[in-house]
């Protein structure tokens, strides 16, 4: 089989993967190695122990990849990759059908409805989301939430609303599939991603293909996209308070409709399947 291969690409959970990266060099074909998020940072608080040998593995594997894909030229001082500058290439597999995500209720239709979809984790920053609407719906009468996805954090998410008092203008609805995935972005008016570690968020560019705008954490490729104030929203930080503040920034913003035209236009134009798979022909023909 391997003499039919001209690379081996190692994607999501790459950078743990020692021996299939040896496999690859004894084959003598390059070893490509994509960084669709970074697992150290999504590990950084747990057991340290593991921490210290996956960090190990993940050395190892940058030192033997031959190149290094990253969505984002920001994500090489911010995953750690400065030293592997020389073999770093950038280029995203994203791409979207614009037949599906795209408007079906404009914007200024919509109700006031803020919405969370992604896993319910702490590095997502579901913990904050939820604490900030604890800040946000004692001041915004009109103001409902939608939260969509599962993950670890959901039952306490859930208790902290009921004990705020705000269960009852929160919809929790689970994960949503793909399919009902438009249906529900094309309800909100602003989509929050309060992150503290991304690569290159789906949920974001899936969100502004449908109209909606995003609010997000300054992480990963995020500022390659999102340009404060003209094709979406920028924080600070991801504390509850930060979060409280930017939402009724974004909300109240007159030029809110624009900002999610000017997002919508950004995507359809960076992220169709031809210009995915040009910039991949570019990225493949220097290996």
Known sequence: MAKNVDSWLFFIGGESLV????????????AILLFAG??????ESGN??????FRLFSEINRILADKLIVYSSLLISEW??????????????????????????PLPDRPPLLGYIGRLTE????????????????????????IGGDGELREAISASLREGGV?????????????????????????VLPSYTEGLPN???????????VLATAVGAVPDVIVDGITGFIMENNSPECIAENVI???????????????????????????????????????
């Open 167 to 191: 269960a009852a203008r929160v919809d929790l609805p689970g994960w949503v599939s793909r399919d009902d995935l438009p249906r529900y972005l094309n309800q909100l008016r602003l989509l």
């Open 48 to 53: 340290g122990g593991i921490i210290a040998i």
């Open 80 to 105: 750690n990759l400065e030293k592997y500058r020389h073999k770093i290439l950038i280029a995203h597999e994203h791409f979207l059908d614009f037949t599906t995500f795209t408007i079906t209720t």
């Open 203 to 213: 949920i974001m560019l899936e969100a502004m293909a449908c109209g909606t705008p």
């Open 19 to 30: 021996l299939p990266i040896i496999s690859a060099k004894i084959t003598q074909k390059p």
């Open 123 to 146: 590095e997502k920053g579901a913990r904050n989301f939820a604490l900030a609407l604890l800040l946000l719906l004692g001041n915004r009468e009109d103001l409902r939430v939608l």
């Open 38 to 43: 970074s697992d150290l940072k999504s590990l």
């Open 249 to 287: 920034r974004a909300l109240d913003s007159p030029d809110l409709d624009l900002i999610a035209k000017s997002g919508k236009q950004f995507v359809e134009e960076n992220f169709s399947f031809e210009s995915t798979v040009a910039r991949w022909e570019e990225v493949l023909r220097v290996m």
